[in-house]
């Protein structure tokens, strides 16, 4: 029988990862018109249980090595319980469709390009500005932008094994959150769980005011977890 695979926020300490999970590194590559364009992979991390720091301070990281303990690190989980449909604002665009709940951005900025998603979608009958817009919202990692098609009703998403990825952030010299990507049921430390979505990001620098999720604060803390691509 297939091992439940789930993560659990543990109240003032790591993240887990039950069942195991592949996790590698997503570096945040950048354009020709110097701003996030791809994805490129980055090394293999694990594919087991394990657990993930989430204060920032491990001198172990990814992974946990108690410090949260030695440090009183506060992990209060301060997210909306509310559905992502009920917290976004919604964009109509001639063909497009364009959902946004602005707390959860992480800062990855996929969505800069050709005048930015929101300018994309609103000029989404032209068949070059629509294309751009999906794949703009598509490469944001925390979900915070989706996009549907108005046609059809119908979401547009990538579709991913269910895996989890360390962002790295070259251009700002900067790591970035925890991607979990491919519907990974979380459950908060009170015991409840949050809605299940195909793309989340978790903060790992423990400064995020949006606790459990990535708000960008990585970068104004300039948290750093050693990974080459920032040398
Ligand atoms: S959460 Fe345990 S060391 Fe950071």
């Given at each position: 029988?297939?091992?439940?695979?789930?993560?659990?926020?543990t109240?003032?300490?790591?993240?887990?990862?039950?069942?195991?999970?592949?996790?590698?590194?997503?570096?945040?590559?950048?354009?020709?018109?110097?701003?996030?364009e791809?994805?490129?992979?980055g090394?293999?991390?694990?594919?087991?249980?394990?657990?993930l720091?989430?204060?920032?301070?491990?001198?172990?990281?990814?992974?946990?090595?108690?410090?949260?303990?030695?440090?009183?690190?506060?992990?209060?989980?301060?997210?909306?319980?509310?559905?992502?449909?009920?917290q976004?604002?919604?964009?109509?665009?001639?063909?497009?469709?364009?959902?946004?709940?602005?707390?959860?951005?992480?800062?990855?900025?996929?969505?800069?390009?050709?005048?930015?998603?929101?300018?994309?979608?609103?000029?989404?009958?032209?068949?070059?500005?629509?294309?751009?817009?999906?794949?703009?919202?598509?490469?944001?990692?925390?979900?915070?932008?989706?996009?549907?098609?108005?046609?059809?009703?119908k979401v547009?998403?990538?579709?991913?094994?269910?895996?989890?990825?360390?962002?790295?952030?070259?251009?700002?010299?900067v790591?970035?959150?925890?991607?979990?990507?491919?519907?990974?049921?979380?459950?908060?430390?009170?015991?409840?769980?949050?809605?299940?979505?195909?793309?989340?990001?978790l903060?790992?620098?423990?400064k995020?005011?949006?606790?459990?999720?990535?708000?960008?604060?990585?970068?104004?803390?300039?948290?750093?977890?050693?990974?080459?691509?920032?040398?």
């Amino acid at each position: 029988m297939k091992k439940e695979t789930k993560i659990m926020i543990t109240k003032d300490g790591p993240i887990l990862v039950l069942g195991g999970l592949p996790i590698d590194k997503q570096i945040i590559g950048i354009g020709k018109d110097d701003e996030p364009e791809k994805w490129i992979k980055g090394e293999k991390i694990s594919d087991g249980q394990c657990s993930l720091c989430r204060c920032g301070e491990s001198k172990n990281k990814p992974f946990c090595d108690g410090t949260h303990a030695k440090i009183g690190f506060d992990g209060m989980e301060t997210a909306s319980r509310e559905s992502f449909d009920k917290q976004a604002q919604v964009m109509d665009g001639p063909t497009l469709k364009l959902k946004d709940v602005t707390p959860l951005c992480a800062a990855a900025r996929f969505c800069h390009r050709g005048g930015g998603t929101w300018e994309l979608t609103h000029h989404s009958d032209n068949q070059e500005a629509r294309e751009l817009a999906i794949e703009e919202a598509c490469n944001c990692p925390s979900g915070r932008l989706v996009e549907y098609d108005k046609k059809t009703g119908k979401v547009i998403e990538k579709e991913f094994e269910k895996s989890i990825s360390l962002i790295e952030d070259p251009q700002n010299r900067v790591s970035g959150p925890i991607w979990l990507k491919g519907e990974i049921p979380i459950e908060s430390s009170d015991g409840k769980t949050y809605e299940v979505r195909n793309r989340v990001t978790l903060c790992r620098c423990g400064k995020s005011e949006n606790k459990p999720f990535c708000d960008g604060s990585h970068i104004e803390a300039g948290f750093d977890d050693g990974d080459e691509s920032l040398k």
